[in-house]
């Protein structure tokens, strides 16, 4: 029998230190912990390879909301750099990077040159991130992809130095790849289990 993704020790690694990093701000430990749950479903369902890499992705894909970790003030590259430091795999810190298409905002926030050097990482790994990161809701709870938006655009509102049109441009990439990634998850599922060589994509 396989061994649960939870228990693997990447994942493991990456909820301690989730737990660590988060462990002041409660509600968004709550959030991170829903988007692993739902990325760990995901990424199953689709039989992506090395799944470990992008449910401990998941869990991370915050922790640039720590203040210990506060460099540039863009939080998808605060929590990459820090990953780079310590020594986590590349994937990893890339989808943490670009995790629900953060770049479309490096420019607002001063930091294109820097998101720049940090390459998408190829796979389904940036979608099924949006899609956990989406589905978990703010609060780790289940929630509409685009009730959710709605939360966003409200809770953003105050960040004008973020165009409106890129704003909901951005939106728009999110509600797809999450489309995406429901899309396929219903198909594997309805086909059930995948054998190895024919492997479902979500894009
Ligand atoms: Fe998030």
Redesign the pocket.
Known sequence: MATPISLNPLVRDAQALAHTLLASDPR?LE??RG?GLIAGMAAGALGIEQPERVVAAAWL??IGYAPDLCRTGFHPLDGALFLAREGWPESVVLMVAH??HAAVLAPYYGVQQHMSLLERHPGDGDDIITFS?LR?GANGMGADPRERIDDMRQRHADRTFVPDDVREARYRMMLNAAARVNAAVNRATRAGPTPTHQRAHAS
């Open positions: 968004r959030h991170v988007a894909h915050d995790h629900s990161d978990a």
